[in-house]
């Protein structure tokens, strides 16, 4: 199978989906862009590793990268490789004492796996070509300045509105656990403030 080495570009939530998210991949030698419908909480995973938050407790990624580690596995590398009637299909590669394993997973959860992993995301070409697009240059200027998480600069802050809602989300989930009220009332005001901000 030949395949294409992608980087995460950008999250973004989809009015048109009932709340979903789409996550952006972005060849990385090529100019084509895969937009893939994830649910919102393999979107939050997603955007707070990217940011370098970690949760006050364990996500259900979080303690699948701990599982693997502990039973000496390694991922390898996460490939999105099948479209079928509009769903894409992913596999986990792992290798576990010389040995490679290929575990079906949705591409959310692979792609949350491999972000925690460091492990490269990989698309097959078949899947480029029949859902990718290229943008125009003014489109692709503008995704190079809206959507580097912070990384140019150096920054902590998240970039994207929902960069900022996962790591709000987060701290009120924190502020709650530890009894915080009146900090989880003014994060709550925050989250619906930028939530309406559209």
Do not use: W
């Amino acid at each position: 199978m030949e395949k294409v080495r992608c980087e995460i570009l950008g999250l973004s939530s989809s009015p048109s989906t009932g709340g979903a998210y789409a996550i952006l991949l972005r060849e990385i030698a090529g100019s084509r862009r895969l937009p893939i419908i994830i649910g919102a909480f393999e979107a939050q995973a997603i955007a707070l590793e990217i940011e370098g938050i970690k949760p006050p407790r364990p996500l259900t990624h979080d303690l699948l990268k701990r599982v693997a580690d502990n039973l000496g596995a390694t991922v390898v590398e996460v490939i999105v490789d099948e479209l079928k009637e509009n769903t894409f299909y992913a596999k986990i590669i792992l290798e576990v004492s010389g040995l490679t394993q290929d575990i079906d997973a949705r591409p959310s959860d692979a792609i949350a796996l491999a972000v925690r992993a460091e492990a490269p995301i990989y698309v097959a070409e078949s899947v480029m070509e029949a859902a990718s697009f290229i943008p125009t240059e003014e489109a692709a200027e503008e995704e190079y300045q809206e959507t580097n998480f912070g990384k140019a600069q150096g920054s902590k802050k998240p970039q994207t509105k929902e960069a900022r809602l996962a790591a709000l989300q987060a701290k009120l989930r924190e502020a709650i656990e530890s009894e915080e009220y009146e900090r989880a009332a003014k994060i709550r005001d925050d989250i619906k403030k930028l939530s309406s901000n559209n």
